[in-house]
C-alpha cells in the first residue's frame, strides 16, 4: 500500500517482514547526504536484520567519503539479474535520479522511498517523504531506534546532515535537525574531523578548478545572477572529474548582492549538468523541474541540451522572471 503524506513514519520491521534480498540505492552522483543516507541505513539493517542480504548501489563519489564503515561494500555494477524483496530509494526525487539501479527498482517486490525533496512524486509503494526536513539522513535517523545507533552509523548521518544543511546554517535547518545533530554526537564521533575531511578541505586538483569557475564567472541582471561553466577540455587539462565540482555552485551563490548562482559542467557533446542556487527570492526547484530536473527551493539541478549560452539564457530567463514577480 502507497502510504503518502509529510510525516508517514516507516517502521521498518513491518517493511522488511519476510524479505532476505534488499537493495539501497541513492541519486548519480551522489552528495554527502546520498551516501552517508545509505550507508547510515544499510550499517543498521546488517547490524539489526542480520537475515538480509543487503546490497548498496552508488555511481562513484568523493574520495574523502570513503572513512565511512561499509563503504567497501558498495557497488556500482548493475549488470545483474537479480530480485530484491525489497529497495530502498534514498535521497532520490524520481526513478530517473536512481540511474542504472532502476532496473532493480522496476522488478523488486516491494519499494521505499526516503526523501526530502519537494519535486518527489510519491513514486514508490511506500514513501517517507518530507520536503521540510534538513536531509534524508535527518529521516533516516527518525525510522531508526535510537539506542540501537552505534558511532560508524552516527558518523555516516551526520556527514550527511552537515553537507546538506551547510554545516547547518541553510534555512532547512530546525530545531529537530539540531536535536538530531546533537544526538549522533553523543555517539561518541569526532564531528569537527568528520566536518573539516568531507566538506572544508579540497584537494590542490579541487582548489585549482574551483579558482578556474571563480576566475571565469560572469554576472548578469546587475549582479543578481552569477554563473560559471566548465566544459570537458577543462576537466580534462585540470585532470578532474564531476565528483571534483562539489562546492562551486555554492561558493558563487555566496557572492555578495547574488541572488541566484548557476554552475554548469559538461557531460557530452552539446550537453550540461546544471546546478542551481538561491538566496531566497528565487524558487529553483521550479526552474529546475521545468527543465526535467529537481530539487528543493534553494537548491536544484538538472541536465540540459545546447550550447553554454542556450543554457544559460533559458536558465537566466526564468530567474529573472521570478525576480520580477518579487518586485514590489
Given at each position: 500500500?502507497?502510504?503518502?503524506?509529510?510525516?508517514?513514519?516507516?517502521?521498518?520491521?513491518?517493511?522488511l517482514?519476510?524479505?532476505?534480498?534488499?537493495?539501497?540505492?541513492?541519486?548519480?552522483?551522489?552528495?554527502?547526504?546520498?551516501?552517508g543516507?545509505?550507508?547510515?541505513?544499510?550499517?543498521?539493517?546488517?547490524?539489526?536484520?542480520?537475515?538480509?542480504?543487503?546490497?548498496?548501489?552508488?555511481?562513484?563519489?568523493?574520495?574523502?567519503?570513503?572513512?565511512l564503515?561499509?563503504?567497501?561494500?558498495?557497488?556500482?555494477?548493475?549488470?545483474?539479474?537479480?530480485?530484491?524483496?525489497?529497495?530502498?530509494?534514498?535521497?532520490?526525487?524520481?526513478?530517473?535520479?536512481?540511474?542504472?539501479?532502476?532496473?532493480?527498482?522496476?522488478?523488486?517486490?516491494?519499494t521505499?522511498?526516503?526523501?526530502?525533496?519537494?519535486?518527489?512524486?510519491?513514486?514508490?509503494?511506500?514513501?517517507?517523504?518530507?520536503p521540510?526536513?534538513?536531509?534524508?539522513?535527518?529521516?533516516?535517523?527518525?525510522?531508526?531506534?535510537?539506542?540501537?545507533?552505534?558511532?560508524?552509523?552516527?558518523?555516516?548521518?551526520?556527514m550527511?546532515?552537515?553537507h546538506?544543511?551547510?554545516?547547518f546554517?541553510?534555512?532547512?535547518?530546525?530545531?529537530?535537525?539540531?536535536?538530531?545533530?546533537?544526538?549522533l554526537?553523543?555517539?561518541?564521533?569526532?564531528?569537527?574531523?568528520?566536518?573539516?575531511?568531507?566538506?572544508?578541505?579540497?584537494?590542490y586538483?579541487?582548489?585549482?578548478?574551483?579558482?578556474?569557475?571563480?576566475?571565469?564567472?560572469?554576472?548578469?541582471?546587475?549582479?543578481?545572477?552569477?554563473?560559471?561553466?566548465?566544459r570537458?577540455?577543462?576537466?580534462?587539462?585540470?585532470?578532474?572529474?564531476?565528483?571534483?565540482?562539489?562546492g562551486?555552485?555554492?561558493?558563487?551563490?555566496?557572492?555578495r548582492g547574488?541572488?541566484?548562482?548557476?554552475?554548469?559542467?559538461?557531460t557530452?557533446?552539446?550537453?550540461?549538468?546544471?546546478?542551481m542556487?538561491?538566496?531566497?527570492?528565487?524558487?529553483?526547484?521550479?526552474?529546475?523541474?521545468?527543465?526535467?530536473?529537481?530539487?528543493?527551493?534553494?537548491?536544484?539541478?538538472?541536465?540540459?541540451?545546447?550550447?553554454?549560452?542556450?543554457?544559460?539564457?533559458?536558465?537566466?530567463?526564468h530567474?529573472?522572471?521570478?525576480?520580477?514577480?518579487?518586485?514590489?
Amino acid at each position: 500500500m502507497t502510504k503518502k503524506g509529510k510525516m508517514c513514519m516507516i517502521n521498518l520491521t513491518e517493511e522488511l517482514q519476510g524479505a532476505k534480498q534488499v537493495a539501497i540505492a541513492g541519486h548519480v552522483r551522489p552528495d554527502g547526504d546520498c551516501v552517508g543516507a545509505c550507508i547510515g541505513l544499510s550499517l543498521y539493517l546488517r547490524e539489526y536484520f542480520p537475515q538480509l542480504q543487503v546490497t548498496v548501489y552508488l555511481g562513484d563519489f568523493q574520495d574523502s567519503f570513503r572513512f565511512l564503515k561499509g563503504t567497501d561494500q558498495v557497488t556500482d555494477d548493475c549488470t545483474g539479474s537479480r530480485e530484491y524483496d525489497v529497495f530502498f530509494a534514498l535521497d532520490c526525487g524520481d526513478t530517473k535520479r536512481l540511474g542504472d539501479a532502476v532496473r532493480y527498482f522496476d522488478t523488486a517486490k516491494k519499494t521505499v522511498c526516503i526523501d526530502h525533496h519537494v519535486s518527489n512524486g510519491s513514486f514508490a509503494d511506500v514513501n517517507y517523504v518530507e520536503p521540510e526536513a534538513s536531509s534524508t539522513c535527518e529521516l533516516v535517523c527518525q525510522i531508526l531506534e535510537e539506542d540501537k545507533i552505534t558511532k560508524e552509523m552516527a558518523e555516516a548521518l551526520y556527514m550527511g546532515m552537515a553537507h546538506d544543511t551547510g554545516l547547518f546554517t541553510y534555512s532547512c535547518t530546525s530545531s529537530r535537525t539540531m536535536r538530531t545533530a546533537g544526538m549522533l554526537m553523543d555517539k561518541g564521533i569526532d564531528f569537527t574531523d568528520i566536518v573539516d575531511r568531507t566538506y572544508v578541505q579540497k584537494t590542490y586538483l579541487q582548489n585549482q578548478i574551483l579558482g578556474r569557475a571563480l576566475l571565469e564567472s560572469i554576472t548578469m541582471l546587475d549582479g543578481k545572477i552569477i554563473f560559471s561553466a566548465i566544459r570537458q577540455k577543462d576537466m580534462a587539462f585540470y585532470g578532474v572529474e564531476p565528483k571534483d565540482l562539489d562546492g562551486i555552485v555554492q561558493q558563487l551563490r555566496s557572492t555578495r548582492g547574488v541572488e541566484g548562482a548557476i554552475f554548469l559542467y559538461q557531460t557530452g557533446p552539446q550537453e550540461f549538468k546544471v546546478s542551481m542556487r538561491s538566496n531566497g527570492k528565487i524558487d529553483v526547484s521550479v526552474i529546475a523541474c521545468y527543465f526535467g530536473g529537481g530539487g528543493h527551493k534553494k537548491a536544484a539541478g538538472c541536465t540540459m541540451q545546447g550550447t553554454v549560452y542556450d543554457v544559460i539564457n533559458n536558465v537566466v530567463k526564468h530567474m529573472d522572471k521570478q525576480l520580477r514577480q518579487e518586485e514590489p
